[in-house]
């Protein structure tokens, strides 16, 4: 049974940066994606970022494109998300998520296990 616990979430101004991680235990994420999404106060948990099993092919959100990067460490069991110049706008409970898959995917239903998010705000 795989876990995965979110950290690294916090309050920042816009225009700042934040590094999320995620950490797996129980058993090994390495030949599964990893995935981020988020959700906001009264919105939907919609989909951020992607990574396949060995971290050769990454998949964005255009809202996060270009100031995201998603990677992975899989001797660490650990996947991170930098967020640069971060906006109003991606203030949010930001979900780590472990796939069924070997490959990308933007699709909720492609992923297993969740953790219990860890909260970014950002001011303007």
């Known amino acids: 049974q795989v876990q995965v616990v979110e950290s690294g979430g916090g309050l920042v101004q816009a225009g700042g940066s934040l590094r999320l991680s995620c950490a797996a235990s129980?058993?090994?994420?390495?030949?599964?994606?990893m995935a981020w999404f988020r959700q906001a106060p009264g919105k939907e948990r919609v989909f951020v970022a992607t990574?396949?099993?060995?971290?050769?092919?990454?998949y964005y959100a255009d809202s996060v494109k270009g100031r995201f990067t998603i990677s992975r460490d899989n001797a660490k069991n650990t996947v991170n998300l930098q967020m640069n110049n971060l906006k109003p706008e991606d203030t949010a409970i930001y979900y780590c998520?472990?796939?069924?898959?070997?490959?990308?995917?933007?699709?909720?239903?492609?992923?297993?296990?969740w953790g219990q998010g860890t909260r970014v705000t950002v001011s303007s």
């Open positions: 998520a472990a796939g069924w898959l070997t490959g990308i995917s933007s699709l909720k239903n492609d992923y297993r296990t």
């Open positions: 129980g058993r090994t994420v390495s030949g599964k994606a």
């Open positions: 990574i396949n099993w060995n971290g050769t092919s990454t």
